[in-house]
C-alpha cells in the first residue's frame, strides 16, 4: 500500500486520474495532510467518495510516539515506534532563534558507526529507516511543535545512524520536508550531518538540494579521532576536509565542523591550534559542544564531560586562528540528551523487526 508520506503531487495527480477524480486536488489534499499531521477527512469540497478511495489505497502515518521525555529546557525527545519493527529518537529543541523550534532526525535504527562516545551504536545498525519513516519523524516533531506554540523552523539529520549510509531515503526524506507545497520547511532549513562518508559528502553536493553540511570531526589528527570515530581509519581527516571543501565550492554552503569536546582527550591547546589550523583559509564554523556522559563506551573507556571554563578555553584558542567558533549549548541534559539514550532506556518497550528488544 503506498504510503502518504511517500507520495509527490505529480504521483498523487496521476492517482487521483487513474481513480477517476480531479487531479487538481492532489496538492490541496497534500497541503491538509502535512499541515494537520494526518490524513484530511472533512473537506466537503472534496466529497466523501474522494476519502473513502483514499482511505482504502493510501496508508496514513503508521508510527506512534511510543515515550517522550521533556526537558526543563524546553527540549523534547520522542522515542518513535514503527510498525515494521523499532524505535528512534527525534528531538525538538529550542531554537538559536528565539521563539522558534529546531528538531533533529534518525536516518537508521541503531548504527553501525562504532563512535566510542554515542550511544546509539551499543547495538550495533538494525536497519536503515525509508523516507515515508524518515517523514514521519518530521511530521511527529511538527505535531509538537504545533503542541507548543512555536514553529518547527529547521531540521538536523544528527540523530541515530549515519545519514550518508542512507542517503537515497534522507534525499528523498528531504525533498518532501522542505518543498514548499509538502513539508514546507525550506531546503535551506535543514543539515545533513555525517561522520566524514567522502562520496556521501560528494553526493549530497551533486543532490543540488541547498541543504547545509555539518561535518562530526571531534579531533584535528587522525590518531585521536581514529580511537573515537573508527570511520577515520577509512576516510582520514584530510581525505573528508577536501570533500567538505568540494562541498563548499559546489554548493556555497559554509559547513559546520561539529566537535564533541571530551576532557583530556581532544581538548588539549595543542589540538585547539591544530584544529584552527587544519581550518587556515577555509570557510566553515566550528560547533564544540561539552560530551554528555553515556558510561563506558565500546572500547570500555569512561569519558568525562569537560567543565565550562575548558569548553570555552578550547574554543578561544581555536579562535586565535581567525576561525569562527561557538561553545554550543547542550540540550535537554536532564532527560538522557546524549544520542540514543532515551532509546536505550525504553528498548525494551519496543519490539524489533526480529522480535527482540533493540536492546
Ligand atoms: S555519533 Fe552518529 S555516526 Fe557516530 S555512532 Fe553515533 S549515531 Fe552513529
Not at 541543504?211 to 570531526?217: D, F, G, I, K
Amino acid at each position: 500500500m503506498t504510503h502518504w508520506c511517500d507520495l509527490t503531487i505529480e504521483q498523487l495527480e496521476s492517482d487521483l486520474r487513474r481513480w477517476g477524480f480531479a487531479p487538481s486536488h492532489a496538492k490541496p489534499l497534500l497541503r491538509q495532510f502535512y499541515a494537520l499531521g494526518q490524513v484530511p477527512t472533512d473537506a466537503p469540497r472534496f466529497g466523501q467518495r474522494l476519502f473513502d478511495r483514499l482511505a482504502t489505497e493510501l496508508a496514513p502515518v503508521q508510527s506512534t510516539v511510543a515515550t517522550e521525555a521533556v526537558s526543563t529546557d524546553g527540549t523534547r525527545k520522542l522515542l518513535i515506534a514503527f510498525p515494521a519493527g523499532g524505535a528512534v529518537e527525534s528531538v525538538l529543541m529550542p531554537s538559536t532563534k528565539p521563539g522558534t523550534l529546531a528538531g533533529c532526525l534518525s536516518s537508521q535504527i541503531g548504527c553501525a558507526m562504532g563512535c566510542d562516545f554515542c550511544a546509539s551504536t551499543r547495538n550495533g545498525l538494525e536497519r536503515n529507516l525509508t523516507a515515508a519513516e524518515i517523514v514521519e519523524q518530521f511530521i511527529h516533531l511538527k505535531r509538537a511543535a504545533h503542541e507548543a506554540g512555536q514553529p518547527l523552523k529547521t531540521i538536523v539529520f544528527m540523530g541515530m545512524g549515519e545519514p550518508m549510509h542512507n542517503l537515497d531515503a534522507v534525499l528523498d526524506a528531504i525533498r518532501k520536508i522542505g518543498d514548499p507545497d509538502l513539508g514546507g520547511l525550506g531546503w535551506r532549513q535543514i543539515t545533513v550531518s555525517t561522520v566524514g562518508i567522502v562520496p556521501g559528502i560528494d553526493r549530497l553536493a551533486d543532490a543540488d538540494l541547498n541543504v547545509h553540511l555539518a561535518l562530526s570531526l571531534h579531533a584535528p589528527d587522525d590518531e585521536t579521532r581514529a580511537q573515537l570515530v573508527p570511520m577515520n581509519r577509512r576516510y582520514a581527516v584530510a581525505e573528508i576536509m577536501d570533500a567538505a571543501r568540494r562541498f563548499y565550492d559546489r554548493t556555497s554552503r559554509i559547513p559546520t565542523i561539529e566537535y564533541c569536546l571530551l576532557a583530556g582527550v581532544n581538548d588539549s591547546p595543542e589540538q585547539a591550534d591544530l584544529l584552527g589550523r587544519l581550518l587556515d583559509g577555509f570557510r566553515a564554523h566550528v560547533n564544540v559542544i561539552a560530551f554528555n556522559p553515556i558510561g563506558p563506551g565500546l572500547s570500555g573507556k569512561t569519558y568525562e564531560r569537560p567543565t565550562l571554563e575548558q569548553v570555552f578555553a578550547f574554543v578561544d584558542r581555536v579562535r586565535t586562528h581567525g576561525v569562527v567558533a561557538h561553545a554550543r549549548r547542550t540540550k535537554g541534559d536532564d532527560v538522557s540528551a546524549a544520542c540514543g539514550q532515551l532509546r536505550q532506556q525504553f528498548v525494551a518497550l519496543v519490539p524489533s523487526p526480529s522480535g527482540r528488544g533493540l536492546g
